[in-house]
Each structure stands twice: as C-alpha cells, then as structure tokens.
C-alpha cells in the first residue's frame, strides 16, 4: 500500500489554477520530496491532500483511505507541518503541545519533553513571547510527538538556524529509518538533494518530473569554470553564462571537442569541469518544462 497516492489530482479556485492533472505515488517508508517554487502548487496540493480543500476532480488517497471520505483518520495519522503557523495568544508552549496531544485523544507528554528538549524550546515560554524560528520549533513538535506514520512537512526549516535545521533532519532520518514516511516540501534543493531519495517537480500546477535524485541530478552538461579569456561566440551548447575579469562560468551541453578546440584558441591559465548541482538542474529543467539534459 502506497503512503500518498493522486491520480489527476485538480484544484481550481473559480477561474484560477490551483494544481492540474496531479499524478503522484509515495511508497511507504520514502523520504520523498517535492519542489518548486512559491506559487506553483506545493500548497495546495498538500491541503488537498490532508482533506482540508477539496479537489475540483481527480482522486487522492492517503496511507490507503480516501482523502474526501476519511479525512479524520487520515488525520489521526499523519504529522502536519505547514508552512506559517500561528498559535492563541496567552497560552504557553507546554499548553499548545498538550493541545495538539489531547485534540488526537493522546498523551504525548514523555515524547513532546525529549523533542523540547533536543530543539532547545522552553516549555513555560508564551506563544506572543516566541521569535518565528521558535514558533515553527513547536509546530515541529506538535507534528512529531504523536510518532505518526506520514510526515508531511511544508517548507519546515524557514526560520530555523543551521544548527536547528540538521537537528531537525537528524530527527526526520531517525524518524524515516524507523518506518516513518516523510513527504517533504522545500524550495531548497539541497535539502531535496541531501536528504530524499525521490523528487517531483512541480510547475505552474503540474507534475514535469518524478524520478530518484540521482536521476534527476544526472545529466550530459557540464559546469566549466575558467581563469582568463576566452572567445565562446559561435559555440552551441552554452548557458547561465557568467563573465567577469577574471574568467568565465557556464554549463555547457554540446560537443566536448569544439569546446576544447576554442578553449585552445584562448589564453587560458586554469580550467576546472564539475557536474552542476540539483539546484542548476531544476533551474534548467524548470525552464525548459522538464527536460534535465
């Protein structure tokens, strides 16, 4: 049984598109992550998906129950992180953690402490006292502390330090390793790269891309980075082309041996080829409507 599984999931709000022909499959126990940018349809394809919006057309399950029929079991089972959070006013953190325990008729007090503990939150601190990045500390811990089987987490390390957030994906993979499924949403791609063996891309509401990391990160361009001048003009196959005294920096995807040969032809006093990083792929492949080569 898959943990998410949509098949041409859509969401329209009146005449504006929300997400179209949504196509997608989780295997329980992935760390599967989905990317693009703001307003291409992260969010609204996970509120759909936890029952929160109701799709226009197309089918989405979730841990095998139906997303408009079980939304409340579903619910039970799955940790929730959404992208900007807000608690009552006047209550303290201990208070909104019990909350979140108790609206789920559970008593997650032992499990809230050791995550309060290991994000550095102050149980006794109130909502209106805590800065964004402590704030989103205890929408982590109101999604973890019930050891559900799906995470699903919507941009969760905005406002987080760097030493929060790889205390967070320490957390995730132990999580994971113990069964757990995690469905991450992130304009970040080095999280996507670091941490998830699948990927989706997501553009302008629909699915261009699915495949493992590695996949997607492959590619036949090359990042050149070179010291000195060198004359490019006439040479196919280069982009994100950028020049300054020193030398040049470009992707390049066409043949090897008319790129050496005008290399060759310049003055040139060092020469460096690396693959390019996910986040140049998915640039690439964002603009070319999901082609990585």
Do not use: W
Not at 62 to 81: F, K, S, T
Not at 97 to 110: F, H, V, Y
Not at 155 to 180: C, K, S, V, W, Y
Request: one cysteine or more; a neutral charge.
């Amino acid at each position: 049984m898959d943990a998410i599984r949509t098949e041409n999931l859509t969401k329209f709000y009146g005449k504006a598109r929300g997400i179209e022909q949504v196509n997608l499959t989780v295997a329980r126990g992935e760390f599967f992550g989905f990317i693009g940018p703001n307003g291409a349809g992260k969010s609204t394809t996970i509120r759909t998906l936890l029952g929160l919006i109701r799709p226009s057309s197309g089918t989405a399950s979730v841990l095998g129950m139906d997303v408009a029929r079980d939304r409340e079991r579903i619910l039970a089972q799955v940790g929730y992180l959404p992208s900007e959070t807000a608690f009552y006013p006047g209550m303290r953190v201990r208070d909104i953690l019990k909350l979140s325990a108790s609206l789920r008729r559970m008593d997650c007090s032992a499990a809230a402490a050791r995550l309060c503990r290991q994000l550095q939150v102050e149980p006794d601190r109130k909502a209106e006292e805590l800065s964004f990045g402590n704030r989103k500390k205890v929408s982590i811990i109101c999604a973890l502390q019930h050891d559900p089987a799906l995470l699903i987490l919507d941009e969760p390390t905005t406002g987080l330090d760097p030493l929060m957030q790889r205390e967070f994906f320490d957390i995730l993979q132990e999580r994971n390793r113990a069964g757990a499924t995690i469905f991450l949403s992130s304009h970040i791609l080095s999280e996507i790269q670091r941490h998830c063996t699948r990927a989706a891309i997501i553009r302008e509401g629909r699915i261009i891309a699915c495949d493992s990391v590695e996949a997607l990160s492959r590619t036949s361009a090359k990042r050149i980075s070179l010291r000195g001048s060198a004359d490019l003009s006439g040479l196919d196959g280069v982009r994100d082309l950028q020049s300054s005294a020193d030398g040049a920096s470009f992707l390049y995807s066409g043949d090897i041996r008319a790129l050496l040969s005008a290399l060759a032809r310049s003055s040139i006093q060092d020469l460096s080829v690396s693959d390019p990083d996910l986040e140049e792929i998915f640039l690439h492949c964002y603009e070319n409507g999901g082609d990585p080569a």
